[in-house]
């Protein structure tokens, strides 16, 4: 496919902020697309350029591409960023540049959607001396042979700013009806191909069935299940009728993949973490019982008597990509298994949790203090249960997670299987959009972050509040790091970046503000911890903000 005609349907997108007629783009694009274009294009339509299980950073912030796009149509570095400042939208800048661009060459290529994507997905592998050049050259090559549209196109593909509104919600429901088929086998079968290009191809070629003879596929990252908060341990009970109560450890989401020998451990994001974690290799080897297995886990960091510590102690070995050998024994480790999704040619994902948890039982020999089942209690007693509970909390763990053991499977979404019950005022997950230098003593730091939350209908992320305090000297360190590489723009000290990391903030209160994008402010916000373990998409949303606040003022 030409990629002028993709650039077509992304402008009636950005037309629309109706999620039924994108939806209805969406499937006339998927239907449009040609065979061997289809797994991109389905990709290209949330602006994605690699499945979601491909962790992979394109590393080309906005400074960045503000060089290239003056590089490109013959302009001055200056007037890209004035011109910046007035659009707010480096793709439309890009697009104004190629429009007016004098020496624009009439014998260039026509670009096609392969093209584009074949270039853009260079990017993440050109590292090294010499780097910055070579992925300035393949932006470049797709500037100038673009029309002023495709310009636009190219450059927020490549920031990952797509601004039209497309996520999975919407490209599931596009491929059902693109293809005629229900969306709960589309999302099924996303579940355990985590490509929402290869469930269209499937469902175009094969249909229905096609769909439903989706296999789990050992070694390949699965979606995994989340939690819904509940208020109290009383509303989680009373929810379901077999309930079972699990201590709700505060470590790192791990899905273990057995295949004989051959271990694979990945992060609740899917990115493959068993470099980092040989110890959990050996134990699974010898502690899983089945051929091939998939478990659901929780991994904490433990003390020299085997009792779990704080997330903060793990989140080293986490990122840790050499002296693994001295981070294993600086940071012992404890496997909390909890959940099942596969055994030696049969999924569990359809078993209720009633039959996975006995599965598991019988699949796991446990390791003391190394490799276990997470502490399992299936009562409706709320006395027993409060028991077990404070027994939690006692313990320093974050709470319990009620579960449902009539309930399979679901992974994905919160769907309401799980509860989380935990203590006081709930700390937000907040994304940093923008940050401010700091004066004095702290002018090498980005030391004032301004937090978001997320809305849900649009995929924007809405302004909430600034946070100053908190953060260490080594953490400061840490965030200003991490926010250079996604400056989007800089106004004096303040720096706009791209929302990509996520903090746990705690604070004293939830106040109306009408300084912020929400129309609430956090009184005293202060960082708890970096959760680079989720996902922008994962923070909490504007709805939240709002039942905090009436809750506080009951
Ligand atoms: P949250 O990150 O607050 O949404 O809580 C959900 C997370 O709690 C899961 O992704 C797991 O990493 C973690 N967790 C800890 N203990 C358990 C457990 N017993 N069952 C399920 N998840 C658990």
New binding site residues.
């Given amino acids: 496919m030409k990629y002028s005609e993709l650039c077509d349907y992304y402008e009636r997108l950005e037309d629309t902020t109706k999620n039924l007629k994108m939806r209805d783009i969406v499937a006339e694009l998927l239907e449009e697309a040609p065979s061997e274009d289809l797994e991109l294009i389905t990709l290209a339509s949330m602006g994605r350029v690699f499945p979601a299980s491909v962790d992979k950073d394109i590393g080309i912030a906005g400074k960045l591409m503000q060089k290239i796009i003056a590089k490109s149509y013959g302009a001055a570095e200056e007037e890209v960023v004035e011109k910046f400042k007035q659009t707010g939208d480096l793709g439309k800048t890009a697009e104004y540049f190629c429009e007016n661009n004098r020496q624009r060459s009439l014998m260039t290529k026509e670009l096609t959607v392969k093209k584009v994507f074949e270039n853009l997905r260079k990017l993440p592998e050109t590292t090294g001396t010499g780097s910055e050049e070579r992925k300035e050259r393949l932006v470049r090559e797709l500037l100038t042979s673009a029309e002023p549209v495709e310009a636009r196109y190219v450059v927020r593909t490549t920031l990952q700013e797509m601004r039209i509104g497309v996520g999975e919600g919407t490209v599931r429901d596009a491929i059902a009806v693109a293809f005629g088929v229900p969306k709960e086998k589309v999302e099924n079968a996303f579940f355990k191909l985590t490509d929402y290009g290869e469930v269209a191809k499937i469902a175009r070629k094969k249909g229905e069935e096609g769909l439903d003879d989706v296999e789990i596929e050992v070694g390949r990252p699965l979606r ?1 299940m ?2 819904e908060i509940s208020e109290s341990l009383q509303d989680a009970l009373e929810e379901y009728e077999n309930p079972a109560v ?8 791990g899905q273990i993949h057995k295949d004989g020998d051959d271990i694979t451990l990945y992060s ?1 994001r899917l990115e493959d973490k068993t470099d980092q974690f040989p110890e959990v290799v050996e134990w699974a080897k010898e502690c899983l019982k089945p051929e091939e297995c998939i478990v659901d886990c ?1 991994i904490v960091a433990v003390d020299e008597e085997g009792k779990p510590l704080a997330f903060q102690n793990l989140s080293k070995r986490i990122q840790r990509k050499y002296d693994i050998q001295r981070m294993k024994e600086e940071i012992p480790v404890q496997v ?1 298994c ?2 099942l999704f596969y055994v030696d040619g049969e999924s569990f994902m359809e078993s209720s949790l009633k039959d996975r948890w006995e599965k598991l039982n019988e699949i796991v020999v446990e390791r003391k203090g190394k490799f276990k089942l ?1 502490e399992h209690l299936e009562t409706n007693d709320m006395e027993e249960a409060n028991s077990f509970y404070q027994k939690a909390l006692g313990q320093k763990q ?1 709470g319990v ?1 009620v ?1 449902n053991l009539d309930a399979k499977y679901q992974p994905g979404k919160r769907v309401g299987y ?1 509860k ?1 019950v935990k203590e006081t005022m709930e700390p937000l997950d907040l994304v940093v959009v923008e940050g401010i230098w700091g004066e004095g003593k702290r002018s090498q730091w980005i030391s004032s972050l301004m937090l978001a939350v997320r809305d849900p209908d649009t995929g924007d992320f809405l302004k909430t509040g600034k946070m100053a305090t908190g953060m260490t000297e080594e953490q400061l360190q840490e965030i200003t790091d991490k926010m250079e590489e996604l400056i989007i723009s800089e106004d004096g000290r303040t720096v706009k970046v791209r929302p990509k990391i996520v903090v746990e903030v705690g604070y004293e209160e939830i106040q109306k503000s009408p300084k912020y994008d929400t129309g609430y402010a956090l009184r005293f916000p202060r960082l708890l911890r970096f959760r680079y373990d ?1 996902s922008p998409e994962e923070v909490d949303i504007v709805e939240r903000l709002k039942s905090l606040y009436r809750k506080q003022n009951n």
């Fill in positions: 995994v989340l939690a699990e201590v709700k450890l505060d470590g790192f989401r609740r929780e909390n909890f959940d997470v974050e997670m579960k799980w989380k989720k």
